[in-house]
């Protein structure tokens, strides 16, 4: 048996019907951009394995790191003991951050960063012996999988089978052009209506509804507006995080910091999972006091685990040399250039970019479903060239590792130029 076979005797794999997809590809081995299977055929990898491996596949500065790190102290325990790489990590994301944020809390995954996040929020407003229980969030948005991240996420496909079973969110319409001021009066309804603790919002860019954009000054005018009603913004930049939009985070367009920010996907260069939420000071301080019960009961088992810390503090210095800026400032222009050639194709309605993320939208008749068929027959042929984009609906987008080369991401371009003539 291959181990496509072997793996199909036991594995259940993620947002998978097993009886209709395809067997996956098994993959034996990967460099920078590149991603080889069993047959020994070659991919590239243009949408860095989930948006988690900004500095390319077996990057050997992070795996030293790593390498030393397990040799050194591989976990211990966070409840009631600390290490140098997690007081590292907070030293260097204080050098990073915006300057109101002021304390961090280690979890797994970006799923987890959010509930987190908005467990601290409820609880922040409970400690205060207020009654607060609503989150707003935008319509399409994602947040994870967990409980309360699901609640905030308003893709249904993915949140279907648990309708009613969600803490209270009420949804408003994404600021995109031309609908900027339906969001914004939706965020005051939303507020004069309900008891809200928190808003809690992908930055600029909301990944997994298709790479949809909306600009800086709308975000600011909505945080404005929660600023002034005292309910809490939580930025999730789990997907934005680390120099995807140019910046290191997409906040750091604004004039207005948020109160909260969910880190994780490319925070360890996409070695070991990790997350981490980010807090001002007086959300903190609404949990420090004399009563244990005000305390923040939330812990994971590998809470701040020094590996993933050591990987995450060799991503956080490779984000910030020369070479990656310059990658990072080639792919933007590259992108530029692609869009300005393919946005007047007649099979492209619209076309758009931010930093490192490209996105196109096929003209289609009615609305494409999340995993429809013309998503699949895309890609279906994009595998066939070797290429990993995973179309969502008409939507599709590249995001590549910041060290993928000019050929590579010029064939990226050429397999979606090609894709266009067959649907
Ligand atoms: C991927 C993602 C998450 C969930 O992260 P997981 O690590 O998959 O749990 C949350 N928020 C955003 C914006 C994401 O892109």
Same mark, same amino acid.
């Not at 009886?19 to 993959?27: E, H, N, S």
């Not at 988690?52 to 040799?71: C, E, M, R, W």
């Not at 301080?285 to 809470?303: M, P, Q, R, S, V």
């Not at 939208?361 to 008749?365: G, Q, V």
């Given at each position: 048996m291959n181990l496509t076979e072997r793996d199909a005797l036991y594995n259940w794999h993620p947002y998978t019907q097993h009886? #209709?997809?395809?067997?996956?590809?098994?993959?034996v081995k990967g460099k920078d951009a590149l991603l080889w299977d069993e047959n020994n055929k070659e991919y590239i990898d243009a949408i860095a394995s989930w948006w988690?491996?900004?500095?390319?596949? $077996?990057?050997?500065?992070?795996?030293?790191?790593?390498?030393?790190?397990?040799?050194t102290l591989e976990h211990v325990l966070f409840g009631g003991f600390t290490h140098e790489p997690a007081v590292k990590?907070?030293?260097? /994301?204080?050098?990073?951050?915006?300057?109101?944020?002021?304390?961090?809390? !280690? $979890? +797994?995954?970006? $799923? #987890?960063?959010?509930?987190?996040?908005?467990?601290v929020a409820l609880q922040y407003f409970y400690n205060k012996g207020e009654k607060k229980t609503t989150i707003i969030a935008f319509e399409n948005a994602f947040h994870g999988d967990?409980?309360?991240?699901?609640?905030? $996420?308003? @893709?249904?496909?993915y949140t279907q089978a648990f309708q009613g079973m969600f803490i209270d969110v009420v949804r408003i319409p994404v600021p995109v052009k031309g609908h900027e001021v339906a969001s914004y009066v939706a965020l005051r309804e939303a507020i004069?209506?309900?008891?809200?603790?928190?808003?809690?919002?992908?930055?600029?860019?909301?990944?997994?509804?298709?790479?949809?954009?909306?600009?800086?000054?709308?975000?600011?005018? /909505?945080?404005?507006?929660?600023?002034?009603?005292?309910?809490? #913004?939580?930025?999730?930049e789990v997907m934005t995080g680390f120099g995807k939009t140019g910046k290191t985070f997409a906040c750091d367009y604004l004039q207005h910091q948020p109160d909260m920010m969910c880190l994780s996907k490319a925070l360890t260069g996409g070695t070991i999972p990790m997350a981490i939420t980010? !807090? #001002?000071?007086?959300?903190? +301080?609404? !949990?420090?006091?004399?009563? @244990?019960?005000?305390?923040?009961?939330?812990?994971?088992? !590998?809470?701040?685990?020094?590996?993933?810390?050591?990987?995450?503090?060799a991503s956080m210095e490779l984000l910030h040399t020369d070479e990656m800026q310059n990658n990072i400032a080639r792919i933007h222009q590259s992108h530029l250039e692609f869009q300005k050639r393919i946005e007047q194709h007649p099979k492209v309605a619209t076309a758009r970019t931010l930093g490192v993320i490209f996105a196109l939208? @096929?003209?289609?008749?009615g609305a494409a479903s999340y995993y429809g068929t013309l998503r699949n027959k895309l890609y279906d042929f994009f595998i066939e060239n070797g290429v990993i984009l995973r179309p969502v609906g008409n939507i599709v987008y590249i995001l590549p590792p910041y060290i993928i080369t000019k050929e590579q991401l010029e064939k990226v371009y050429q397999v979606v130029e090609s894709a266009l003539e067959i649907v």
């Open positions: 009886k #209709t997809a395809q067997p996956p590809i098994a993959i988690v491996n900004p500095f390319g596949h $077996s990057n050997t500065v992070i795996a030293d790191a790593i390498y030393k790190q397990l040799t990590v907070s030293e260097k /994301l204080m050098t990073l951050l915006p300057n109101n944020q002021k304390k961090i809390f !280690f $979890s +797994d995954n970006g $799923s #987890t960063s959010v509930e987190v996040a908005i467990k967990t409980f309360a991240a699901m609640a905030a $996420s308003g @893709i249904s496909f004069q209506n309900n008891n809200c603790a928190g808003f809690i919002f992908e930055p600029l860019v909301q990944g997994a509804a298709g790479m949809v954009m909306y600009e800086p000054e709308a975000l600011d005018e /909505l945080l404005k507006i929660c600023q002034e009603h005292k309910v809490i #913004t939580i930025a999730d980010t !807090f #001002t000071q007086e959300l903190f +301080d609404a !949990f420090y006091d004399e009563d @244990i019960n005000k305390a923040l009961f939330h812990g994971h088992t !590998f809470t701040a685990n020094p590996t993933g810390c050591a990987a995450a503090l939208e @096929i003209k289609t008749e």
